[in-house]
């Protein structure tokens, strides 16, 4: 079965920082591209960084700069560091799991922590 444990999410003010972290279990995780999506309220999910099993990374343009997306896989987790947080950072944060194995697409979503920025 797979599961994923989402944590470091909270409340924060503008400027300051959050570390995320997704625990994996129940898949080879060093296989796995993984990837951080956040979705605020009334508005589509989004891609916001993204680490492929090689380690390369790729980021939504606003967070260039400020976010930077990890992954240990002898924890099996996948970590992201917030920094310089505003207010339109505020939302549900997910983290993903992504492979395909003979063109078959296996993905596993995290339960999401919420992340709010405020003063």
């Known amino acids: 079965q797979v599961q994923f444990v989402e944590s470091g999410g909270g409340l924060v003010q503008p400027g300051g920082s959050l570390r995320l972290s997704c625990a994996a279990s129940?898949?080879?995780?060093?296989?796995?591209?993984m990837a951080w999506y956040r979705q605020a309220p009334g508005k589509q999910r989004e891609l916001v960084a993204g680490?492929?099993?090689?380690?390369?990374?790729d980021y939504l343009e606003p967070v260039k700069g400020r976010f930077t997306i990890s992954r240990d896989n002898a924890q099996n987790t996948v970590y992201l560091q917030m920094n310089s947080l505003n207010p339109e950072d505020t939302a549900v944060y997910f983290c993903?799991?992504?492979?395909?194995?003979?063109?078959?697409?296996?993905?596993?979503w995290g339960q999401g922590t919420q992340v709010t920025v405020s003063s």
């Open positions: 993903k799991a992504h492979r395909v194995v003979m063109k078959r697409n296996y993905d596993y």
């Open positions: 129940g898949i080879n995780f060093r296989l796995y591209d």
């Open positions: 680490i492929t099993s090689g380690g390369s990374t």
